[in-house]
C-alpha cells in the first residue's frame, strides 16, 4: 500500500539553528512529492514539490528539499530557522501510476525557542 | 480571487443535529476534496469529487455526506452529529486534469465541536 511516513512528531530547534524534517514514502512508481505549511489556525499552504529533474528543489520562506530515490525519502531543510516557521509540516505523495488522490504524512510539529 | 472558503469558521452542534459545511472555490478546478484534522492524526480524506455532480467515499466517509452541484461548490453534511465528528474540516482543490501532480489549494478551515 502507497505511504508516507513523517517520523518525527515534534521536533524543536533554537531559533537561527538549521532544520532537517524527514518524510519517506513507499509507492510502486517513482511519486510526485510535495511539503506543505499549516500556521496556527489557517488551512494548508504549499512549499515546494517535486515532479522529476533536478532532485533538489526551493520552495518559498527560503526552504529547499532533497529527493533520494535510493532512500525513498524526501526531507525538507532551511539553513537557518526563524521564530515565525514554528508551525505544522505535512509531506504528501501521489503518483500518475494509481490514484490521483494524495497521501499525507501525520505532520511534524516544529517548535523553535528564541 | 478569493481561493478556497469555508462557511462556517467555527460551529458548536449537540449530539443528534444536523449542519452542512459549504466549500467555495473561485479557481475553475475541477477536483476538491474534504479532509477533518485530529490532534496525531493528520488529515484523513472523507469525501471528494472529480467534477460537478460525482462524488466518491475516501479514507473515513462514515457519518458523512457531499454533494457537488456546482463546479464552484462541495458541501459536507453531517445529519446526526456524533462527538467523535468535533474536529477540524479543510476543504481543498485542485487543477483539472492534471491533479495528480498539481498541488491542493486549502481553505482555512471549519472548527466544529459537538456536545
Known amino acids: 500500500a502507497q505511504s508516507v511516513t513523517q517520523p518525527d512528531i515534534h521536533i524543536t530547534v533554537s531559533e537561527g539553528a538549521s532544520l532537517e524534517l524527514r518524510c519517506n514514502y513507499s509507492y510502486g512508481a517513482t511519486p510526485y512529492l510535495f511539503w506543505y505549511v499549516q500556521s496556527p489556525g489557517q488551512g494548508l499552504q504549499l512549499l515546494l514539490k517535486y515532479f522529476s529533474g533536478d532532485t533538489l528543489v526551493q520552495g518559498i520562506k527560503g526552504f529547499e528539499a532533497e529527493f533520494k530515490r535510493s532512500q525513498s525519502s524526501f526531507n525538507l531543510r532551511k539553513p537557518s530557522v526563524h521564530w515565525s516557521d514554528a508551525a505544522e509540516y505535512f509531506c504528501?505523495?501521489?503518483?500518475?501510476?494509481?490514484?490521483?488522490?494524495?497521501?499525507f504524512g501525520r505532520g511534524t510539529s516544529l517548535i523553535v525557542h528564541p | 480571487n478569493a481561493g478556497v472558503t469555508q462557511t462556517p469558521k467555527f460551529r458548536v452542534l449537540k449530539t443528534g443535529q444536523s449542519m452542512t459545511l459549504l466549500c467555495a472555490q473561485d479557481m475553475n478546478h475541477e477536483y476538491m476534496y474534504w479532509y477533518r484534522q485530529d490532534p496525531g492524526m493528520g488529515l484523513r480524506l472523507i469525501h471528494y469529487?472529480?467534477?460537478?455532480?460525482?462524488?466518491a467515499k475516501g479514507e473515513v466517509p462514515d457519518g458523512y455526506n457531499v454533494s457537488r452541484l456546482k463546479k464552484q461548490n462541495f458541501l459536507l453534511g453531517l445529519e446526526s452529529a456524533a462527538p467523535s465528528q468535533t474536529s477540524v474540516y479543510f476543504c481543498?482543490?485542485?487543477?483539472?486534469?492534471?491533479?495528480?501532480?498539481?498541488?491542493?489549494?486549502f481553505g482555512p478551515g471549519t472548527r466544529l465541536t459537538v456536545l
Open positions: 481543498a482543490s485542485s487543477y483539472p486534469e492534471r491533479s495528480y501532480y498539481n498541488e491542493q489549494f
Open positions: 504528501a505523495a501521489t503518483t500518475s501510476g494509481g490514484s490521483y488522490i494524495p497521501t
Open positions: 469529487s472529480v467534477g460537478e455532480g460525482t462524488t
